[in-house]
């Protein structure tokens, strides 16, 4: 997927997983947890999620590197394009 | 081991008194976190753990150098000997101080949440097995609250975080008992879990399940290494 897709996928996820939040409105670059007052469960939630959106395996090591909307983003147009986990 | 509890207030209100005992960098996080709960619940678990270890140590809570490792865990630079771990969820922060062990990780859920489902994502065999026997799905879903919550515990405690998978974290719900390590009665709907490792031991973990549906207080567990 290029960035525009991961983002809106992103941003799917988020809305179920946190529905009270809007996350267009949040900073790219802000930590996840304390832009939509997220948890370690709700930051799993939202990666699996994305797995059955996007059909690939997000493996629990590689979950440091998401911890923004811009990582999250960078790592899925990089995992989707066929790099490694 | 010493566990403390505080509400948090409604945000966005931050206790002025809170604020005071934080660094000057605890209070540049603190306005970085655009989230009000957030903002609100990482204010009030560094005032407590700072008071919480200047009640140990007999000095002040401003005065206390806090650190953090790559990962957040906090750590302290003047007294290595010292163990600690926060945690929040909505409405409720938890602190805990020990000393003698290697690591202490404490953490805490809401029940009236839902979690993630349970698999072998985050869940081994053996867990799967034992929520698989939870007499309705209510249960169900708070015995999986309550896994998640020892497994971050004892992360916390290993210093491995959330790194590590989370179904070699196998917290045993039918394990050898524990004492249950110093809590006391948090707000109903809260599960809280305490874990301490040992320096010959990967972590035990202990918890206390406030008003939880299925759960009677307190339940102990050891978890495997």
Aim: aromatic content about 4%; hydrophobic content about 40%.
């Amino acid at each position: 997927v290029n960035a525009d897709d991961a983002r809106t996928t992103l941003f799917e996820a988020l809305r179920e997983v946190a529905p009270e939040v809007d996350p267009t409105t949040i900073d790219p670059s802000g930590d996840l947890r304390d832009e939509l007052d997220l948890d370690s469960m709700d930051l799993l939630n939202v990666v699996s999620r994305l797995e059955e959106r996007l059909g690939i395996a997000i493996p629990e090591r590689d979950t440091p590197g998401m911890r923004t909307v811009d990582e999250t983003v960078a790592y899925l147009v990089r995992r989707t394009s066929g790099a490694p986990a | 081991v010493t566990v403390v509890l505080r509400a948090c207030r409604p945000p966005p209100r931050v206790a002025s008194e809170d604020l005071q005992v934080l660094s000057t960098d605890e209070r540049r996080r603190a306005a970085s976190i655009r989230h009000p709960a957030a903002r609100t619940r990482f204010v009030t678990g560094r005032a407590l753990l700072r008071r919480l270890v200047a009640r140990v140590q007999g000095t002040l809570a401003a005065d206390i150098r806090l650190a953090a490792e790559p990962w957040g865990r906090p750590w302290l630079p003047d007294h290595p000997g010292l163990a600690i771990s926060c945690s929040g969820t909505r409405g409720l922060v938890v602190a805990g101080v020990a000393t003698a062990v290697s690591g202490l990780g404490v953490d805490v859920e809401r029940t009236d949440r839902w979690p993630l489902p349970p698999d072998e994502r985050w869940c081994s065999a053996r867990e799967l097995a034992w929520l698989d026997h939870c007499p309705d799905e209510d249960t169900k879903r708070v015995s999986a609250i309550v896994l998640w919550t020892g497994k971050e515990a004892t992360a916390k405690a290993r210093g491995v975080g959330l790194r590590s998978p989370l179904r070699s974290l196998e917290v045993d719900p039918g394990g050898v008992p524990v004492r249950l390590l110093g809590t006391r009665q948090a707000r109903t709907g809260h599960v809280i879990a305490v874990a301490v490792a040992p320096p010959d031991v990967a972590a035990t973990v202990a918890w206390h399940a406030a008003g939880a549906a299925g759960h009677k207080a307190p339940i102990t567990v050891t978890t495997l290494g």
